[in-house]
């Protein structure tokens, strides 16, 4: 087996590791740098002098994994891409919305165009948590569930030469939206896992959410609005999740909650796709 990180090592954005096993060229996620001073793709020169590739897999939605996708699946369209349901849906609505945001940008040049988001999606092949695919003869994939966002994966990669773990984002905790990450006792000899968090401490989850209510009503009170800046995907969800459980419990006075833009498609995706939510969330769907 041989390993080469494409992006995402030492930095974060672009993440992209591509793993040589068994004579194949397997690419784990094909994200993109987000900054006006970064070469936003990762080193996929390097693919091409090793003979392209033979499978993508993605591990979660986000653009950082998944922002040059559609450049490197039409590179090489022959090679399958994996990642289950709720990725996928998910992995549509932010590859049109970043056709949007390029389009929006007159001095720069998009990296894509619609017909290739387009082409990329039909190339995609979905499997299920927990289900040991064969993506080629004596290779097996599995994805466990990672937390993170829904649809989040870890992808465990069996093949005659070794088994590989990769972990992609991850979260062991619990969220209003989804269950934290579950994994079985696994053996790989190789294991590549994020850390970008690894070296800090977060704040307690449920004192930070008491400050929020507590600075809402403070501001229903002075009769102000309130604007919560969240990521479309992921952190809006549990925004809600917590001003409406607020609101249920009788913490925060029942206002009007309005959202826009991408938030919206992602909470469809989410109704979609019950399964890969928390069971108590599921249930209300």
Do not use: W
């Not at 289900?131 to 937390?147: E, K, M």
């Not at 994994?183 to 989850?205: M, S």
């Amino acid at each position: 087996m041989k390993f080469d990180f494409l992006g995402g090592a030492l930095e974060i954005g672009g993440s992209a590791v591509l793993v040589q096993i068994d004579q194949k060229n397997i690419l784990f996620d094909s994200g993109i740098r987000q900054g006006a001073n970064k070469d936003p793709l990762p080193n996929f020169q390097l693919v091409q002098e090793l003979g392209g590739l033979d499978a993508i897999i993605i591990s979660h939605a986000h653009l950082d994994h998944i922002g040059s996708l559609p450049l490197i699946s039409k590179e090489y369209p022959g090679a399958r891409i994996y990642m289950n349901h709720m990725t996928k849906d998910l992995v549509r609505v932010q590859l049109y919305d970043s056709l949007k945001v390029m389009k929006n940008r007159e001095t720069e040049i998009p990296l894509y165009a619609e017909q290739d988001v387009v082409d990329t999606l039909n190339r995609i092949f979905p499997i299920g948590y927990e289900v040991r695919f064969p993506i080629f003869d004596d290779c097996y994939l599995t994805l466990y569930n990672a937390g993170h966002i829904a649809g989040a994966s870890f992808c465990y990669l069996q093949g005659k030469e070794g088994n590989v773990f990769y972990s992609g984002d991850f979260s062991v905790f619990s969220q209003r939206t989804i269950e934290g990450a579950k994994l079985p006792k696994l053996r790989p000899d190789v294991a590549i896992v994020e850390a970008t968090y690894g070296d800090r401490l977060h704040t307690n989850r449920e004192i930070e959410e008491k400050a929020l209510i507590n600075l809402i009503n403070e501001a229903i009170d002075q009769n102000g609005k309130v604007l919560i800046p969240a990521f479309a995907l992921g952190r809006a969800q549990e925004v809600l999740l917590i001003l409406k459980g607020a609101m249920n419990k009788g913490s925060l006075k029942k206002v009007k909650v309005y959202v826009d833009g991408m938030v919206r498609d992602v909470n469809r995706a989410y109704l979609q796709n019950p399964l890969y939510l928390k069971q108590s969330l599921a249930k209300k769907i």
